[in-house]
């Protein structure tokens, strides 16, 4: 399983999402508030594209990818 951290922030909180993982690579799906965001893991393992910080336009993370996600997504009120 990937993007660990991500997936139990997001069930901590009781958010309605799913998880799916393809050729090594792990890609979460969520709703807050009813905005749907995605999370997709580079088959190189580098990073990930997200909308975390603006629900209509992807963004690239890398190196720490998931606990850069992980601060966007933890800053929401």
Request: one cysteine or more.
């Amino acid at each position: 399983m990937r993007l660990e951290k991500l997936q139990k922030y997001i069930q901590s909180k009781g958010w309605k999402s799913q998880y799916t993982e393809e050729d090594g690579c792990g890609s979460v799906d969520f709703e807050y508030r009813g905005i749907q965001y995605h999370v997709w893991e580079f088959p190189d393992g580098e990073g990930a594209e997200s909308n975390v910080r603006d629900g209509g336009r992807q963004e690239e993370f890398s190196g720490n990818y998931e606990d850069d996600i992980l601060s966007v997504i933890k800053s929401w009120k």
